[in-house]
């Protein structure tokens, strides 16, 4: 944050694709809980980072309201938090196009994620997917968050949003009017794999509908899924060491280690040397327990979209309370005329 004097301010968001599952409760929602203990903290739904890829405008309607629903449900509270749709606050598109005059092609061109997302065809890509990062700047210097949780894929772009800061603070002579922004890192994520496939990221397009635990999942089908998790023939190991190059079994007990919150060795030392016919049904009864009762109180927020929908708005005046002051006082330094 270099010589920063302001708040601190932790912010963070979503993109409004895909349903949520395991994975995002685990490696992102959870902690949002947690942050919100210590911090002021900002958590937005990314409806403009959603668009950088097609998306059925119902669909993306329809994402926006079921992330809210389960921020709510997993126990971010909005009264407290402030919970947003990033559209909805007009200041992150005008603080992106000035940041898109201060970032540099160079910058950019460095950035994997586009690579990796727009592959071969990358002439047939949005500009948006190729600007994203310095949107992404934008949403969070728009309320000069000092601290972002980010995980692996995320690091770059956050140095991207500190080299922009700190790039328009140098060339406009104005130290330390946006901060640099820090990770927040709270401990070893959990990274939690598909359940067909130990080597590949639980992922809301997974084709086949057992890879994946959805937070909206009725507990029946979180036992039923569980029970179908591919698994190899040999019983847990008692060591850690027992788990090298069993992806499956190690994706297995890290669920059970990170809703449980016990150590994977703490698992292993209670379930080392049986079979996968006792670890499944106590595994399922696990998840059932403590997402269960989340996805109950997702299903029903979302059956009253006039709730999440009033929630949003009233997150979005008090975002704009804090980012359009930050954007008039940007435009006057540029040199903007009001």
């Given at each position: 944050m270099?010589?920063?004097?302001?708040?601190?301010?932790?912010?963070?968001?979503?993109?409004?694709?895909?349903?949520?599952?395991?994975?995002?409760?685990?490696g992102?929602?959870?902690?949002?809980?947690?942050l919100?203990?210590?911090?002021?903290?900002?958590?937005?739904?990314?409806?403009?980072?959603?668009?950088?890829?097609?998306q059925?405008?119902?669909?993306?309607?329809?994402q926006?309201?079921?992330?809210?629903?389960?921020?709510?449900?997993a126990?971010?509270d909005?009264?407290?938090?402030?919970?947003?749709?990033q559209?909805?606050?007009?200041?992150?598109?005008?603080?992106?196009?000035?940041?898109n005059?201060?970032?540099?092609?160079g910058?950019?061109?460095r950035?994997t994620?586009?690579?990796?997302?727009?592959g071969?065809?990358?002439?047939?890509?949005?500009?948006?997917?190729?600007?994203?990062?310095?949107?992404?700047?934008?949403d969070?210097l728009?309320?000069?968050?000092?601290?972002?949780?980010?995980?692996?894929?995320?690091?770059?772009?956050?140095?991207?949003?500190?080299?922009?800061?700190?790039?328009?603070?140098h060339?406009y002579?104005?130290?330390?009017f946006?901060?640099?922004?820090?990770?927040?890192?709270?401990?070893p994520?959990?990274?939690?794999m598909?359940?067909?496939?130990?080597?590949?990221?639980?992922?809301?397009s997974?084709?086949?509908?057992?890879?994946?635990?959805f937070?909206?999942?009725?507990?029946?089908?979180?036992?039923?899924k569980?029970?179908?998790?591919?698994?190899?023939?040999?019983?847990?190991?008692?060591?850690?060491?027992?788990?090298?190059?069993?992806?499956?079994?190690?994706?297995?007990v890290?669920?059970?280690?990170?809703?449980?919150?016990?150590?994977?060795?703490?698992?292993?030392?209670?379930?080392?040397?049986?079979?996968?016919?006792?670890f499944?049904?106590?595994?399922?009864?696990?998840?059932?327990?403590?997402?269960?009762?989340?996805?109950?109180?997702?299903r029903r927020?979302?059956?009253?979209?006039?709730?999440?929908?009033?929630?949003?708005?009233?997150?979005?005046?008090?975002?704009?309370?804090?980012?359009?002051?930050?954007?008039?006082?940007?435009?006057?330094?540029?040199?903007?005329?009001?």
């Open positions: 270099t010589g920063y004097k302001g708040p601190e301010r932790v912010l963070s968001g979503i993109q409004t694709s895909g349903d949520m599952h395991l994975g995002n409760y685990l992102a929602i959870r902690k949002f809980v947690d919100q203990q210590k911090h002021d903290c900002l958590y937005f739904l990314a409806d403009m980072h959603a668009i950088t890829v097609w059925e405008p119902a669909k993306l309607r329809e926006t309201f079921h992330i809210a629903a389960c921020f709510i449900a126990g971010v909005a009264s407290h938090s402030i919970i947003f749709n559209s909805a606050v007009h200041a992150h598109a005008e603080l992106a196009w000035i940041f005059c201060v970032a540099r092609l910058w950019l061109d950035m994620q586009f690579k990796d997302k727009a071969k065809d990358k002439e047939r890509a949005s500009v948006g997917l190729y600007t994203y990062p310095v949107l992404q700047a934008a969070i728009v309320y000069k968050a000092t601290h972002v949780p980010v995980g692996e894929d995320q690091k770059q772009h956050l140095e991207l949003s500190r080299d922009i800061a700190g790039k328009f603070n060339d002579k104005v130290e330390d946006f901060p640099l922004p820090e990770p927040l890192i709270q401990g994520g959990a990274r939690i598909s359940l067909r496939d130990g080597t590949k990221k639980m992922s809301k997974d084709s086949s509908e057992n890879a994946s635990i937070l909206r999942d009725e507990p029946d089908v979180i036992a039923k569980i029970k179908k998790a591919t698994t190899d023939p040999e019983p847990l190991p008692s060591e850690m060491a027992g788990l090298e190059g069993r992806a499956e079994a190690k994706n297995l890290g669920i059970y280690s990170a809703l449980s919150g016990k150590s994977d060795q703490e698992v292993l030392g209670e379930f080392g040397g049986k079979g996968f016919g006792v499944k049904p106590a595994l399922a009864d696990l998840v059932v327990e403590k997402v269960g009762p989340i996805g109950a109180e997702l927020l979302e059956a009253d979209p006039g709730h999440l929908e009033s929630i949003l708005r009233d997150g979005a005046a008090r975002a704009s309370a804090i980012a359009d002051p930050v954007v008039a006082e940007t435009k006057k330094i540029v040199g903007f005329v009001d």
